[in-house]
Every structure is written in C-alpha cells, then in structure tokens.
C-alpha cells in the first residue's frame, strides 16, 4: 500500500479460492478514496466492498437476465476515505440504492453510507435507501441452520435488490 499514513488492509478468507480474474502483468496502484464502478446500470445502485460485492455483481446480472432491470454496482475499495461523489452521482442517477456488506447492521459503513445517501440524494431518491448487512450478533453461530440464516447469501442479496427495483 503506497500510502504514508497508517492503512489496514482488510482481506476475506473465503475469496482466495472462490473468486477468480485476470491480474494486469503491470505495477499498478489503486488510488485510497476511489471507488469503482463494476457493473453499469440504470434502475438501482448497489454499494458494496470485499465479498459480497461479487454476490452483487451475480445479483445483478441474474436479474438484468430476467429482464427485471439493469443495476450498477459500485466498489467502494477504501471505507475511509470512501467515494462519496461516485456514490451520489451513481444513487442521483438511478434513484435507488441498497448498501450491502458483511458488517453488523448497526453502526457500520453501511449505516453511514446510507445517511449520506439519505442526506444528499433525497429528492433523488424512487425508493427508501435500503441496506443488507449481518444481523447484529456478538460472533458467527456455529449451528449451520443459524449460520446460513445470519450470513449473506448471494440468494439474499438478489432477492434484496429484485424488492428493491420493486418498490
């Protein structure tokens, strides 16, 4: 990380063997603070990082498949700074959003991210801004029925942003 200050760097497990792509061969460098736009869309914006961006680029296509709309998908990359000014300009285009993430529902990146939504982009805004997060537990159960029940799912997320191109 070619930053000066201090940077955590926060790396999911579960997407060393799952998630597969072409690298650039080249040195290169994500800018702190830049979001990127993963899919185009036009009828919703979904926000979200690490894992279950990838269950949001699925949702969207699997939906775009069914012909029920055509969602962007933002990366957001950094959560501080993170990229208001795509964020915005991407929600005040579509006039939906669903923040999705694995954090705790409650006092999460994705509660602020929706605040700032709900502040800037209101009369914007088609829909109420929605997020899809983990429940707000202490840890993880170890029962799988109660796992699958507080995790997200790609499931989840698509039926999360079907409801939110429906509303």
Known sequence: I???DPVLFLEHKKMY???KG???QEDY?????????ARAGTDGTLISYGLPLHYCVAAADALA???????????LRTLQPWDRAT???SVSKTGRALVVTEDNHSVSVAAEVCATIA???FFDLDAPVRRLCTADIPSFPFASIMENAALLTEDRVTETARALLQA
């Open 65 to 75: 498949d069914e012909g029920i709309g055509s969602l962007e998908v933002i990366d």
């Open 119 to 121: 502040e800037e982009c």
């Open 22 to 24: 072409p690298l650039p």
């Open 17 to 19: 063997r799952l998630i």
């Open 2 to 4: 070619d930053d000066p």
């Open 29 to 37: 460098r994500i800018p702190l603070g830049v979001a990127r736009i």
């Open 87 to 89: 964020v915005l300009t």
